[in-house]
DNA sequence: CGGAGTGGTACA
DNA sequence: TGTACCACTCCG
């Protein structure tokens, strides 16, 4: 009957290891306990005493407790939940307690297609060119001078009416901080959106144009980091 | 230094007596271990070991183990997160998300007295005579004969508008399986109520006038459960 | 008094 | 509603 079994973590600093412990009796009886055992015998039980024994040194955002693994997803939900970096909402009427938006669902068990109005958890209503919102802000450094945005690439194309390029460098690191899957751009065609923006824009796509991306581009913005490397390493000698 | 004080604890049979000792040192210390003693002089260490001692015949379900007190709310609270026993509760469209009743609470750290709309956890709606809800279903025996509902005193008067007996024993049943106090019925005069129902009815007592209980009545009924165990021996007697 | 094991609760 | 944390019980 094995009721219990130890196991090394990679994800953790080497001597840690991990039991998982069923629970036998009682209401909660069939859950199971997930528990850690620091390099020197200590029985950690929650995250927060294993943050408290590893110290600072060692960052737990993206650890799993219960699996024992790393979890990469995690860090961008935990960004996504914090209120000071969501992005502008639509404003309405607060008597709405529902999202405004709806989502069509399929019933799958039906045969005919049946579409219906999705109640309860929903993901929260994206405004299309939420990015306008921001027209007129800037970030400053501390004497208050205006710091000048980035340059886009010449291959990177706004897709939506007079976006600056402020406008969409702000789509583009929105999608990064908000999206777990691949941040690719819009599949329609500039046209048809000018015309009528909206009909067919992916929220949770930047709006910027699909755009190819080449061997050719990723090995210079290898060298680009290399480079950049290299510059801190120089200024941190200087430091010393 | 008084660090152990003995005492009699009235909750218990005669003859049991409650100690209370102090944690001296180590990571526990300054907590306190409770230990009782049965009138034969052996140390009782935990509840399971309490139950062993005193047997069948004592029921420690509501017994505190560690203040020693009988706790006449936790037996309770247990039937009531079971919800197949739950009141039926108002039905409104669902589109508010937010409960139809709202609490008033006292901000008590402020001097002047502020009424404020108390968002967050709340009790859960309750419907004014929900009893009437319940008008026409019975239960029945195995061969589907309708059960004859019980007779009331005639000292308990029902307090609303046209309450049948058994809406009052519905409303009584319930009243003792959900209020964690005592069950006393409502307050106010059965006159004011019939006029406007729902004005000042108390929704956590059953719908009945407060009565008063006299020695008598207690004594009555408990001849009765005495004549009632007594015919259940018989029967029992009649079963070997 | 320690600690394994379960319960209870606040939070997401 | 489920989960994570930690308080608590019970017994060594």
Chains 1, 2 share one sequence.
């Not at 994800?11 to 039991?19: Q, V």
């Not at 412990?21 to 020197?40: E, I, W």
């Not at 777990?180 to 009909?199: E, H, I, Y």
């Amino acid at each position: 009957m094995e009721l219990k079994r130890q196991s090394d973590c990679p994800s953790l600093p080497p001597g840690w290891r991990r039991e998982e412990v069923v629970r036998q009796s009682g209401l909660s009886a069939g859950k199971t306990d997930v528990y850690y055992y620091s390099p020197d015998g200590k029985k950690v039980r929650s995250k927060p005493m294993m943050a408290r024994y590893l110290g600072e040194g060692f960052d737990l955002a993206t650890f799993d407790f219960r699996t024992g693994k790393i979890n990469h997803s995690s860090i961008r939900k935990r960004i996504r939940q914090d209120s000071s970096l969501s992005l502008p909402i639509r404003q309405t009427a607060s008597i709405f307690k529902q999202p405004v938006t709806v989502k069509r669902i399929r019933e799958d068990t039906d045969s005919k297609t049946k579409t219906d109005l999705k109640h309860g958890p929903q993901d929260p209503p994206k405004q299309l060119f939420w990015e306008k919102r921001l027209q007129g802000f800037h970030a400053v450094d501390s004497s208050e001078d205006i710091l000048k945005a980035l340059d886009l690439p010449r291959n990177v194309q706004g897709v939506g009416p007079e976006l600056s390029t402020e406008n969409i460098l702000q789509s583009i690191s929105a999608a990064l901080h908000m999206n777990n899957g691949p941040v690719m751009g819009q599949g329609n065609n500039k046209q048809a959106l000018s015309k009528n923006p909206g009909a067919n824009i992916d929220a949770n796509q930047p709006h910027i144009q699909q755009t190819m991306i080449t061997e050719e581009d990723i090995k210079r913005q290898e060298m680009k980091v290399i480079e950049a490397r290299r510059r801190l390493e120089e200024a941190m000698k200087g430091l010393l």
